[in-house]
C-alpha cells in the first residue's frame, strides 16, 4: 500500500493556443480537499485576472478528492468560464472518476473537446 500524501502541490505550465490566446495547464497531485485551499490560491488569482483563458487541470497525480475538494474545482471551472475562457479536467484517475461520478458533478468528468489546440469542455457542461 502506498502512503497517501498529507499534502497538495499544483504546478503551472503555460502553452500556446491560437494566435492571441493563451492557455494554462495545471497539474494537481495530492490530496484536494480544505487544506489545498492555500495552494490552489494562486491559479485561482490568475484565473481570475486573465481574460479567455484555455485551462487543463491534470487530475492524474490526485490521491484524494473531498467534496470541499469538488467545490475547489466548481469555483475555478465557472471563474474561466465567467472570464469567456475555456476549461477540461483531463487524466481522471479511476478513483476520482468514482468519486466525481458518484457525486454526480457532470462538469468535471465530460470528455474534452478539441478547440484552439488546446482542450475545453462545453459552457453548458
Known sequence: MRPTPSHSTITLHPFATAPGRCGLRAVLSG?????ALPSLTPLLR???DAPALTVRVDLGRVDFL???GI???LALRNAVLDRGGTIAFVNHPPRIRRVLERSRIIALTVSPLAIDDGVALPAAA
Open 71 to 73: 467545490g475547489i474545482l
Open 66 to 68: 473531498d467534496s470541499c
Open 46 to 48: 490568475r484565473v481570475a
Open 31 to 35: 490530496r484536494v480537499d480544505h487544506a
